[in-house]
């Protein structure tokens, strides 16, 4: 199994970034997926998850209005998009995918590699 992210990079305040996680090995539409974020020096926290079957989403106070989770069912992928894009942001986002949505967000099945959002100032 394997999680791919991708479509971080440098971005400046109030910009824009779309992160994609595709997977292989594994059917997301049989998994509840999610996105993490790690700034430097902090620990590992939730932004946002889908319930696969139900397409219910969830968000962090933090980017609630901001970012949107979606999913690709014909292309097995996860998406993140996020707007208006803060400093704080920064951070390395990883997805992850979860056999419910409780084992997704205390200890997921998989994580991806992680793909580094820098917002400048």
């Known amino acids: 199994v394997q999680?791919?992210?991708?479509?971080?990079?440098?971005?400046?305040?109030?910009?824009?970034l779309r992160l994609s996680c595709a997977a292989s090995g594994l059917t997301?539409?049989?998994?509840?997926?999610?996105?993490?974020?790690?700034?430097?020096g902090k620990e590992r926290?939730?932004?946002s998850d889908i319930n696969w079957s139900s397409g219910s989403t969830s968000y962090a106070n933090s980017v609630k209005?901001?970012?949107?989770?979606s999913r690709d069912n014909a292309k097995n992928t996860l998406y993140l998009q996020m707007n208006s894009?803060?400093?704080?942001?920064?951070?390395?986002?990883?997805?992850?995918?979860?056999?419910f949505i409780s084992?997704?967000?205390?200890?997921?099945?998989?994580w991806g590699q992680g793909t580094l959002v820098t917002v400048s100032s």
């Open 65 to 69: 209005g901001r970012f949107t989770i």
């Open 45 to 47: 926290e939730f932004v």
């Open 28 to 40: 997301f539409s049989n998994y509840a997926g999610g996105w993490f974020r790690q700034a430097p």
């Open 85 to 99: 894009l803060k400093f704080e942001d920064t951070a390395v986002y990883y997805c992850a995918a979860g056999k």
């Open 3 to 16: 999680l791919q992210a991708s479509g971080g990079g440098l971005v400046q305040a109030g910009g824009s």
């Open 103 to 110: 084992v997704l967000r205390t200890s997921p099945n998989y």
